[in-house]
């Protein structure tokens, strides 16, 4: 079984490139350079200085010992919450502004939800000097206030999508029309593992740092590279796919990919798309997602803004269906509480994508000698007002 994107774009029967004719120059001139400049010495020089001075890499393996009693086995955590800017997916950002640098595109454009992906792309650009154009739902502006603050800190411009629902998919819509008609001089920065090919796999190999810094961490601590689990959270699946990345063909390493439950699988506020979705076409590649019979994208439910996402990436349909994967599905509450358990417990507040994750250890027992690494994929600084509300603190 192979676990990695084929020559066409495919993982398994997922992936691919479906997109408008007219974004095909774009997207082919990405998919024909980005393996060849990611592996040029001068891009890696930059990228890993980067990562090392800027995102403040590589991040703590850090060994949870009041966690690990208390759920009977031993817990490493992955800090990803320690990066600069709160999450993991400022290492995405920071690869793919350089690959806009060496296309020669010098206006970045994004789409984002929660804004997370918007602040990651506004700081790389303010880095690098470019100019930065975010397209933000409407409504989401508005639910988002921090964040749109924020981009606007670091100087990007914040357009609103008002049309359809004005959420993530319209100011996706609008980016790609962005892009259609400017394409000589624009790179799309897409924030996960989704999209057409190549992107799902550039910014899985981007995020893939966290499991090769793992991998030498445990080493150090357990005198082993491979633990026996490796539990993320998956919206779109990017920092799952980069704690997965080098484990992905050691099949003595179990994957835990946790999605979010929302108010109950069956309830209508969910968004567990491996349970509820099935196979279809969202933003470009073949994956699972959220339907209705005919076809309409339903709209997905999570108090976490970053896993309120009705698809999952291509990979992680792959891991999915071949069952490499394990896929659990948390609840809001069981979120919220092990959230504020970790508070408690470590001393560490996760962001509320990375308590899901977190919950796992209250509804599937390990066996005491399991070693268990955990993506704590951010900090939950920007969760806060989320927190206050749901334990009325
Ligand atoms: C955006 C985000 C996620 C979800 O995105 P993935 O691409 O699935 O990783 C998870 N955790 C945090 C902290 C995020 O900001």
Redesign the pocket.
């Known amino acids: 079984m192979n676990y990695f994107v084929d020559e066409n774009g495919y993982y398994g029967e997922f992936g691919g490139a479906y997109i408008p004719e007219m974004l095909y120059p774009n997207v082919e001139e990405l998919r024909l350079k980005y393996v060849q400049i990611m592996q040029e010495p001068s891009f890696q020089k930059e990228f890993q200085s980067l990562l090392k001075e800027y995102v403040g890499r590589p991040t703590p393996l850090y060994f949870a010992k009041r966690l690990s009693e208390k759920s009977n086995t031993k817990i490493y955590l992955k800090r ?2 320690l990066c600069h800017t ?4 400022v290492n995405n950002t920071i690869g793919q502004i350089l690959m806009a640098k060496r296309l020669g595109k010098n206006r970045i454009i994004a789409e984002t939800g ?1 804004g ?2 918007g602040v990651a792309t506004a700081t790389v650009c303010a880095l690098m000097g470019l100019e930065c154009i975010v397209y933000m739902g409407e409504i989401d502006i508005a639910r988002q206030a921090p964040n749109v603050a924020r981009m606007k800190m670091l100087g990007a411009t914040v357009v609103p999508a008002l049309s359809g629902s004005r959420t993530l998919k319209d100011a996706t819509n609008e980016a790609i029309r962005d892009w259609i008609n400017n394409p000589v001089d624009t790179h799309y920065i897409i ?4 999209g057409p090919h190549p992107y799902p796999d550039m910014v899985a190999r981007f995020q893939s740092v966290i499991s090769e810094e793992m991998k030498w961490q445990l080493k150090e601590k357990e005198g082993k590279e491979n633990p026996d689990y490796v539990i ?10 980069g704690a997965f990345y080098h484990y992905l063909d050691e099949e003595s390493v179990q994957l835990i990919a946790v999605e979010a439950a929302g108010l109950g699988v069956n309830s209508g506020e969910s968004a567990a798309t491996s349970v509820l979705g099935n196979e279809g076409i969202i933003h470009g590649s073949k994956t699972l997602l959220m339907q209705t019979k005919d076809g309409q994208i339903t709209e997905p439910y999570s108090i ?4 309120d ?1 009705p698809g999952v ?1 291509p990979l992680h349909a792959h891991l999915c269906k071949s069952k490499r994967a394990e896929f659990i599905s948390i609840t809001d509450a069981e979120a919220m509480q092990a959230g504020l358990d970790l508070c408690k417990l470590e001393g560490i507040i996760p ?1 509320i ?2 308590s899901h994750a977190l919950a796992v250890f209250n509804s599937k027992t390990f066996k005491e000698n399991d070693v268990v690494v955990l993506n704590l ?3 939950g600084d ?1 969760d806060l007002d989320t927190y206050i509300k749901y334990f009325k603190l």
């Open positions: 990803e919450d709160g999450a993991h997916k929660a997370q992906h924030g996960s593992v989704v993320a959270c998956v919206g779109g699946g990017s920092n799952a796919a976490s803004a970053g896993l996402y990436g962001a994508e990375s994929s951010g900090r920007k």
